[in-house]
């Protein structure tokens, strides 16, 4: 039949399959930021290809278990009421976002020394965080293209 798309019946995607693909589809988009700021941008210098590849996985990794952990600070706090409780959970929560930042630059300065460099104002550290921006919006853009799609 010409013309006629044939569609296979619905398939059930297990929750590890599901998985899979976000945490596929968002070191892909992870590697890709990583070496556009590396041919781009002067204070971003990665040795290889494959060097960023395992700073895209090792990035994907450490920010998911930021979120995770904020998330746990979160749902310690979600029963507790009051103005204090309220001030604590802000700041425990800004010294996670704001702190792991440090945290994870060492991370891969430990695992990669001089094979990936960010340079520039305050020892490399605005180069980084723009990096993780411009990563945490590509994948948001990517999910929300996604769905548009459905």
């Known amino acids: 039949m010409i013309g006629t798309k044939v569609y296979p019946p619905e ?26 700021f590396d041919e781009y941008w002067e204070h971003v210098k990665i040795e290889s290809f494959t060097i960023s590849l395992f700073t895209a996985v090792l990035l994907q990794v450490l920010l998911k278990l930021t979120i995770a952990l904020e998330h746990r600070i979160a749902n310690y706090f979600e029963n507790k009421s009051g103005i204090k409780a309220k001030i604590q959970r802000l700041l425990l929560t800004w010294a996670i976002m704001f702190g792991s930042k440090f945290v994870i630059m060492e991370a891969v300065d430990f695992a990669f020394g001089d094979k ?25 853009a990517i999910v929300k293209l996604y769905h548009s799609l459905d």
């Open 11 to 36: 398939r059930v995607v297990s929750s590890h399959q599901q998985m899979f693909v976000r945490y596929f589809t968002s070191i892909l988009i992870d590697l890709t930021v990583l070496n556009f």
């Open 116 to 140: 990936v460099v960010f340079s520039g104002p305050f020892h490399g550290m605005a180069a980084f965080i723009s990096i993780v921006i411009v990563m945490l919006i590509a994948e948001y």
